[in-house]
């Protein structure tokens, strides 16, 4: 664009094609003047699935536009769900499982803010998982005893009685659970309707696994001793 003529040169305007500066020339190349006006776009947007959410990376812009870049947007497509950052990475959240999304994003400096980068590759978000921890005793009668479990995916234990559950929700993994022996009782048995073992209870996405802790009460053999006289000491 031609802003006007000091004799005898033409002075110019050209923006640069990501809109992220303008340049100020004279006809005869004696002087350039560049005139920052936003950022240019991030590269190399990067988005990784979790539950409900995406893990979004970029690189920061090849040109600031000369300041300092204050925040990042990243947008999810469709929905356009959005987190922010001063850094370059951020998590968006509260997505739909099974959906594929894409995401830019934008850089903003004390000027303005730029064009939207490149779309990441399409990922799709994950569903979150459960473990079911159920008891049973016999006598199945017990209804007072209580058990205590160590779950790897918490540092709190918790316990249970004769037919109780405890259902918890979990990232997709591999985790484990064992169970307080307890005087008077047995533990016969600790399965998963999956198979897995209670030492490595594997979770897929959106998968629910039950393990049941099955434990016999022990019983008790009394011998009583009389005699005759029953004075006798």
Not at 35 to 47: D, M, R
Not at 127 to 140: H, M, N, W
Not at 198 to 205: K, M, P, T
Request: one cysteine or more; proline letters at 7%; hydrophobic letters at 35%.
């Amino acid at each position: 664009t031609q802003l006007g003529t000091l004799f005898p040169y033409t002075t110019l305007f050209r923006s640069h094609p990501d809109g992220s500066r303008a340049y100020v020339t004279q006809s005869n190349a004696a002087s350039v003047a560049v005139v920052a006006l936003q950022p240019s776009p991030p590269t190399s947007v990067t988005a990784t699935p979790g539950v409900n959410k995406l893990n979004v990376s970029w690189q920061a812009p090849s040109y600031t536009g000369g300041q300092a870049i204050t925040s990042y947007l990243a947008k999810a497509k469709p929905g356009g769900q959005t987190c922010t950052s001063a850094s370059t990475s951020c998590g968006i959240e509260g997505l739909t499982p099974g959906t594929p999304y894409t995401v830019t994003v934008t850089a903003t400096n004390t000027i303005g803010t730029s064009m939207a980068s490149e779309p990441s590759a399409s990922v799709t978000p994950v569903a979150q998982a459960r473990i079911i921890i159920s008891k049973q005793t016999d006598p199945a009668t017990d209804t007072t005893t209580e058990f205590t479990f160590n779950p790897s995916w918490s540092l709190v234990d918790f316990m249970l009685k004769n037919n109780g559950t405890k259902d918890t929700a979990l990232d997709p993994g591999t985790y484990s659970i064992t169970e307080n022996a307890l005087a008077g009782w047995d533990l016969t048995s600790a399965t998963c309707d999956d198979g897995s073992e209670v030492s490595a209870i594997g979770l897929a996405a959106g998968e629910a696994v039950t393990c049941t802790f099955s434990n016999t009460q022990r019983g008790h053999i009394i011998v009583a001793k009389t005699t005759l006289p029953s004075d006798d000491v």
